[in-house]
């Protein structure tokens, strides 16, 4: 058989029955290069297998602490039929070969379920026809089995190893048959992370642990007002430092170039600049919050419209409240980072990037390089959140190196990264309803008051509701006739961009609380008052019954005791959370979270509980605690002091329930964030009366 | 630039630094122990906690002049011995996430049940309150601590 060419092969994936793969299936090493060695059987960009039977799998998505090293590797050894102790793993660069890299959305998996298994189904079929043509066997007669193809009629085997050469030959098949999810050997299985050993050991690199020869370390001073500049600055005291070696002027301030980070870290504070603040200098969160305040009697730009919300509900009892939220950082652990070489035109980085083909082609417009020039290598992040999706750090690494002509590792302070960040957008609420004489609700009115990260970001022109803004309020599962959701976007200077479920963290603790509102107004509980409200086939109405029925809702509980129940769809994955809270002397401690998510088919439980674990504690951080104050232009805090977060006296138990089905995969690292805010802030008023409806709580 | 002479994980290690360079980027920079992170760089999160003298201390608030001498042990040194209970529990549990802050909260939990085998779960946790993750593996943690303080008895 003849070696297929490059169009060729993409062909036979579009014409074939599974042909989504296109973008995902052009080959990557070439198929067989002959002399190579070890030889090496590629059918996709995914998977390679050497002739020593070592299978690697390429990852293409970020692992951010998510599991994304182990779960996408297993969904191609199920398929190949091999064992796991017997897969590598490698991380791609980024580049769309691979297809979307985008780690974020909850869609690794989500997105990546088909394609992963398809590629290890694909070698698996082309292993088999090369082991039938070697026996001059029928392929119904060969199976595959823990990395050897079996004959069935003489029990014979031959390694994956010995195939390779084989099965590089052959044409890719036009379909491949997946495995019954009931005969899963791995998906399904609480399998070890790959990465841990590694990390905990010490030996692990993220971004900021990796050094390339020859390379300086760079920090940078930036306007303390968002949206400034440098006028001029003096270096003196900088460059008298033992270990500085440069002083260059980038786009968004002065950064120094020294031989150690210390030495970097010194000289930048050296540094005596004269700011232009530019246009925000007097700019507060008083004034950003009187701007949103601003829009709270107007009606917004329709969203959605259910019924005829707009109609006289005077004849019911009416309710109306007003929600909101501060700026969040997202503050990974690991501070941005970002290694950059760039020398004749050529860029090269490193970067703990959640968005690595993103950041090549924001870098080679900011150098004016073709993207072919920009190589992005993706390195173990330290925590991301959202804030490794943007690029600036890379751009700065990168117009740091080319000012220099060095290879430069840049490394943010904590301070650097709490000001100069991006942050979840402040937003205002105002939510309307309105429940009948017999405890009905007739009107829900959502009102969303908030930047637009979209039009931020890329379209400030487009239409309020084709934005963003309704993300995590609209198309809500409850059942009630007159529905009106509405959003003003509100422009602001300060950066915004996603966060571990984006408007998830706003939108659902605005409407979960207030439904909780209705439901008191209504004189009904709050549990039952939901569930009524819900189609009988509704998978969000299955979480709930579930999540009530495992934290015992209807248990009395002490006084100063409460709880409180929420619910989201959230990334096509359900959730519902119950939250047991203590109110004692206005302050607040979350005793117990009960969690039951429905996210279809699930690859990794173990995994899958720990993003739900990790989700409530992010969650409560800024619920509890977090919160970005502007003043003067700026952020005020700047460390771990000033913006605080969850620590593990604070951590409430957890107990978790994984609904057993075979729907479609759905998401799950944001969607334990979406209903946690107001199961909390339900479960204080329950224990207290007092209602919540500004976060961070703070009680008096 | 002054030399000082530093025992890190056993080892004499010669290093030339400024006097006032914190003992976390010696090991980072200078030595290549990248296993203690930065992050704070004020002794807030505890992500850069070593061993000095057995005890926990916090790499990023203390200058090379303050531990000459000194018998520093970072995560490396700890790992020497991949076996160690802890160790064992973090992986049988899957305790971390991102695993970025883990050598540090690994540290602090070694150095207080080397320091005093009879402490209690409550004394852990209270001292482990200020090493921060922001994955929040905290529910994990709580478990390990239990498990590992429990076979320590």
Known sequence: MKKQSRREFIKVFTMSGTGLFLAAYTPMNGFFKPGDDPKIFSPSVYLKIDNNGIVTIIVHRSELGQGVRTSLPMLVAEELEVEWENIRVEQADGHPKYGNQTTGGSQSIRKSYEPFRVAGATAREMLIAAAAIKWGVDVKKCYAEKGYIVNKSNGKKLSYGELVDEASKLPVPENVLLKDPEDFQIIGKRIHRTDTPDKIYGKAKFGIDLVIPGMYYAAVQRCPAIGGSAKSFNDSKTKSINGVVDVVKISRGIAVIANSTWSSFKGKDALVVDWDLGPNANVNSEIIRKNLESKLNEEGSDIEIIGKPNSDFSNNINIEAVYEVPFLAHAPMEPMTCIAEVKNGKAELWAPSQNPQGLRSDVAKALGFNEDDVIVHVVFAGGAFGRKLVSEYGIEAAEISKASGKIIKLTWTREDDMKHGVFRPASMHKLKGAVDGNGNPVLFGHHVIAESISAQRFYRALPVKDSDLGEGTKKLSYKIPNIKISGSIVPTHVPVSWYRSVYHTQNPFAVESFLDEMAFAANKDPYEFRKKMLPDNSRLKAVLIKAAEKSGWYNKLEAGKGRGIACAECYESYIAQVAEVTVINNKVKVDKVTCVIDCGIVINPDSVEAQLEGAIGFALSYVLKSKITIENGGVAESNFDEYEILTLNEMPKVEIEIMKNTYKVGGVGETGIAALAPAVCNAIFAASGKRIRRLPVELS | ?153
Request: aromatic share 4%.
């Open chain 2, 1 to 153: 630039m002054p030399e000082y002479s530093l025992n890190v994980n056993g080892k004499i290690r010669k290093v030339n630094v400024e006097e006032d360079t914190p003992l976390l980027w010696v090991l980072r920079d200078t030595l290549g122990l990248t296993g203690t992170k930065y992050s704070c760089g004020e002794g807030i999160c505890g992500s850069c906690t070593v061993h000095i003298n057995g005890k926990a201390e916090r790499s990023c608030v203390l200058t090379i002049k303050d531990v000459a001498g000194d018998k520093i042990t970072t995560i490396e040194g700890l790992a020497e011995n991949p076996d160690h209970p802890i160790f064992k529990t973090w992986i049988d549990l899957e305790v971390s996430q991102c695993g970025y802050c883990q050598p540090g909260q690994i540290m602090t939990l070694a150095a207080l049940m080397n320091e005093n085998p009879n402490i209690t779960k409550k004394e852990v946790k209270e001292n482990m309150n200020t090493v921060l993750c922001r994955c929040a593996t905290y529910a994990r943690i709580d478990k390990a601590i239990d498990k590992l303080v429990e076979e320590g008895k």
